[in-house]
């Protein structure tokens, strides 16, 4: 097989390769990651103290650098006073996989340390609650006016040139107003992620509606369907499963708001559990409550790619039909053969007999 085949260049690959390159994807990080926290020549720049010796400023559990280190060392064995002694480690912020792995568990089980502090569960619930609004009512009217402008040439004119203009705009700029106007409590956070995902959503819903094939909508006018109604019989049954996908897409897209919108107003939700963690300097903590957010997303992406399918079930029998024509009939695959040109000096007779033939 030639190499782009086997890259996937314009084919699929096998569902057994994209399996071991899913797996490899998320292994090769972890694996990257194992060798900085546990092998101790590759980084480890600092040293934990076990033994302070006669340096004064040392202590028991204390990280100092390695060249601080061994500076007090020469000094020591130069004045022939205790030794101290220690072991390579990596800084308090990048904690090795295992103590994040343990986190998983931990966190749930910890109490917070004041009273009045949210549980790590109470805490993704709530981030839960304001991504799940927010991209609510971004939607109840992005989606209908992405149709719309990509549906209808007026509705694009009139709206999408100040929606490019304001999709520029970063969200987090507008925080003191939406507080000023929302208050502090949850509305402004919501307010943030609808400003972030709502303009976007407005213009890949209107790319996605223009990529309908003009031949149906000609076909509608022609057996004399109105304007309204090719939007709803035609437009829409159309381009649904892309409009879907890019719904998929823009949820992932508010998820990157929700610390920026959690810091608006009083800190909240899982933002609140990482920056009280952090404070604590228990960073195995932030690492596990990061992950928790991205296996989150990715679940629910997934789910959602699986819930596809069942609402639109012709979409994976033509993916399903035409990885079995691969597979049975390879021939379909091949690029089709041009005819061979005649010759204009022939003559039509000469011509004739040559397609007979033919």
């Given at each position: 097989?030639?190499?782009?085949d086997w890259l996937?260049?314009?084919?699929?690959?096998?569902r057994?390769?994209?399996?071991q390159?899913?797996?490899?994807?998320?292994v090769?990080?972890?694996?990257?990651w194992c060798v900085?926290?546990y092998?101790?020549?590759v980084?480890?720049?600092?040293?934990?103290i076990?033994?302070p010796?006669?340096?004064?400023?040392f202590?028991?559990g204390?990280?100092i650098?390695?060249?601080?280190?061994?500076?007090?060392?020469a000094?020591?064995?130069a004045a022939g006073q205790?030794?101290p002694?220690g072991?390579l480690?990596?800084?308090?912020?990048?904690?090795a996989?295992h103590?994040v792995?343990c986190a998983f568990?931990?966190a749930f089980?910890?109490p917070?340390?004041?009273?009045?502090?949210?549980?790590?569960?109470?805490?993704?619930?709530?981030?839960?609650?304001?991504?799940?609004?927010?991209?609510?009512?971004?939607?109840l009217a992005?989606?209908?006016?992405?149709i719309?402008?990509?549906?209808?040439?007026?509705f694009?004119?009139l709206q999408?040139p100040?929606?490019e203009f304001f999709?520029?705009?970063?969200?987090?700029?507008f925080g003191a107003?939406?507080?000023?106007i929302?208050?502090?409590?949850?509305?402004p956070k919501?307010?943030?992620i609808?400003?972030?995902?709502f303009f976007?959503?407005?213009?890949?819903?209107?790319?996605?509606?223009?990529?309908?094939?003009?031949?149906?909508?000609?076909?509608?006018?022609?057996?004399?369907?109105s304007?309204?109604k090719?939007?709803?019989?035609?437009?829409i049954p159309?381009s649904?499963t892309?409009?879907y996908?890019?719904?998929r897409?823009?949820l992932?897209?508010?998820?990157?708001?929700?610390?920026?919108a959690?810091?608006?107003?009083?800190?909240?939700?899982?933002?609140l559990?990482i920056?009280?963690?952090?404070?604590?300097?228990?960073?195995?903590?932030v690492?596990?409550?990061?992950a928790?957010?991205?296996?989150?997303g990715?679940?629910?992406d997934m789910?959602?790619?699986?819930?596809g399918?069942?609402?639109?079930?012709?979409?994976?029998?033509n993916?399903r039909?035409?990885a079995?024509?691969?597979e049975?009939?390879?021939?379909f695959?091949?690029p089709?053969?041009k005819?061979?040109?005649i010759?204009?000096?022939?003559?039509?007779?000469?011509?004739?007999?040559?397609i007979e033939?033919?």
């Amino acid at each position: 097989m030639a190499q782009h085949d086997w890259l996937g260049l314009k084919q699929e690959l096998p569902r057994r390769r994209q399996l071991q390159l899913t797996v490899l994807s998320f292994v090769l990080p972890l694996v990257l990651w194992c060798v900085v926290s546990y092998v101790p020549w590759v980084w480890h720049p600092l040293i934990h103290i076990t033994d302070p010796g006669a340096v004064d400023y040392f202590s028991e559990g204390l990280d100092i650098p390695r060249a601080d280190f061994y500076k007090e060392l020469a000094k020591a064995k130069a004045a022939g006073q205790a030794l101290p002694a220690g072991y390579l480690v990596n800084p308090v912020y990048l904690p090795a996989p295992h103590k994040v792995a343990c986190a998983f568990y931990t966190a749930f089980k910890t109490p917070p340390r004041l009273q009045d502090e949210p549980w790590l569960h109470q805490s993704l619930g709530h981030s839960i609650r304001t991504i799940f609004l927010g991209f609510l009512f971004s939607s109840l009217a992005g989606l209908p006016l992405g149709i719309l402008c990509g549906s209808f040439r007026f509705f694009s004119k009139l709206q999408e040139p100040f929606i490019e203009f304001f999709r520029y705009l970063p969200a987090p700029a507008f925080g003191a107003l939406c507080v000023a106007i929302l208050g502090i409590d949850d509305a402004p956070k919501i307010a943030i992620i609808v400003i972030g995902t709502f303009f976007q959503q407005v213009l890949v819903i209107s790319n996605s509606v223009r990529k309908v094939d003009p031949a149906l909508i000609e076909a509608a006018q022609t057996l004399g369907a109105s304007g309204w109604k090719i939007v709803r019989s035609v437009v829409i049954p159309a381009s649904i499963t892309d409009i879907y996908t890019d719904m998929r897409i823009l949820l992932g897209w508010a998820w990157t708001y929700l610390i920026v919108a959690e810091v608006v107003g009083t800190m909240s939700g899982i933002t609140l559990f990482i920056n009280q963690q952090a404070r604590y300097r228990n960073f195995d903590n932030v690492y596990a409550a990061i992950a928790m957010i991205g296996i989150i997303g990715l679940s629910t992406d997934m789910f959602l790619a699986w819930l596809g399918t069942i609402l639109f079930p012709w979409k994976r029998k033509n993916r399903r039909s035409l990885a079995l024509k691969r597979e049975w009939f390879p021939l379909f695959d091949r690029p089709p053969v041009k005819p061979k040109a005649i010759p204009k000096s022939e003559s039509e007779a000469h011509v004739a007999e040559r397609i007979e033939t033919a």
